[in-house]
């Protein structure tokens, strides 16, 4: 069946590095991929998405292109904040409408 | 987009015990859903909240110990019955508002089972 793949966490880094969550996914036929963010206290929501191969989804400086070669979806930013601390989540929704299938979620810090 | 509105947003509950949270969107939405966030543990999907029949069910999952309601498009119900330890989790409600549109989540209900 369909599955999500994310690199562990937790992910601490410096204000301004740059950041690569690494998201692999096993599905079949063309799914619909997502990247999902919990900030402390607060609930899901989406970052950015992509819908078929070679897409580039983006938002806030987050960028993840679909790849269907390597069956990837890895969320890159080139500078992150303190604010960007939270938990993210990369899905991804198959040929059944409105089902998500999530990742384990990785948790970033970001220190001043 | 769609503002969902769950209720309780927490609660702690005696073993033994059922908890009914419930979901309210501000329009009316195609699809709703209702997941499980058990702790330190990614989102499992545990039903479809069908509006005028039974929930569709996940692998995991049954009706007795899960059973939903949807009497409308904008309104769902999931209760959590004859609860343990084991069920102490984060429960979301999520739409779509249309097929293949984005969906959205509730804040999320914090269920703890003493």
């Known amino acids: 069946g369909n599955s999500v793949t994310q690199m562990e966490g937790p992910v601490t880094l410096s204000e301004e590095a740059f950041l690569t969550i690494n998201c692999t996914y096993t599905?079949?036929?063309?799914?619909?991929l997502f990247w999902y963010v919990q900030y402390p206290g607060e609930g899901l929501q989406l970052l950015l998405k992509?819908?078929?191969?070679?897409d580039k989804g983006s938002n806030k400086g987050f960028e993840a292109t679909y790849r269907k070669e390597t069956t990837s979806f890895h969320l890159e930013k080139g500078s992150v904040q303190v604010s960007d601390s939270a938990v993210y989540f990369c899905a991804l929704e198959g040929n059944q409408g409105g089902k998500l299938i999530f990742g384990q979620g990785t948790e970033l810090s970001v220190k001043p | 987009s769609a503002v969902i509105s769950q209720k309780p947003s927490r609660d702690i509950c005696q073993r033994g015990t059922s908890l009914t949270i419930q979901c309210q969107v501000d329009?009316?939405?195609?699809?709703m859903f209702w997941y499980r966030q058990q702790p330190g543990q990614s989102l499992t999907l545990i039903a479809t909240a069908n509006q005028g029949s039974e929930a569709t069910y996940e692998s995991g999952f049954v009706i007795d110990k899960f059973p939903i309601s949807r009497p409308n498009l904008t309104f769902s119900t999931l209760t959590v019955s004859n609860m343990s330890p084991e069920d102490s989790s984060i429960y979301l409600c999520?739409?779509?508002?249309?097929?293949?549109?984005?969906?959205?989540f509730g804040q999320g209900t914090r269920l703890t089972v003493v």
């Open positions: 992509a819908t078929k191969a070679d």
């Open positions: 999520s739409v779509e508002v249309s097929v293949n549109t984005e969906a959205f």
């Open positions: 329009s009316q939405v195609t699809m």
């Open positions: 599905a079949t036929g063309y799914p619909s």
